[in-house]
């Protein structure tokens, strides 16, 4: 009786103990990354007025590249909502009843919200 209630409680504490050291060791490698990378571009910009130029190009075409990559993942979001929430309607209409079929007509809001939202996002 006992270990059928410490094995559930010893699975979920693995689990949750696994998923914080794999988050903790994936955040320092991008810190450690961005460390680096930033170091190399300090001593590139140091070194000659024109690789300070080139380094400053190179810096703006990443940050535009980063937005763009963040505006075209809003709209693979909302599509996917929407998409949920579209097949939720008939699912839930079939399953309990009109009134609950409604239920998806939520994420169906909230991904075309999105897919909409990422095309007012500006360019920077």
Known sequence: MVLAVLIPIIAVLSVFSFLSVAVY????????????????LKKLAESSPDSAKSVLEMLREEAVREARQRKEGMRVGGMVTAMVGLALVPFLWMLIGRPFGMIGLIPLGVGIALFIGSTFISQE
């Open 25 to 40: 060791t994936g955040h320092r490698k991008e810190e450690r990354e961005s460390y680096y990378k930033n170091e190399m």
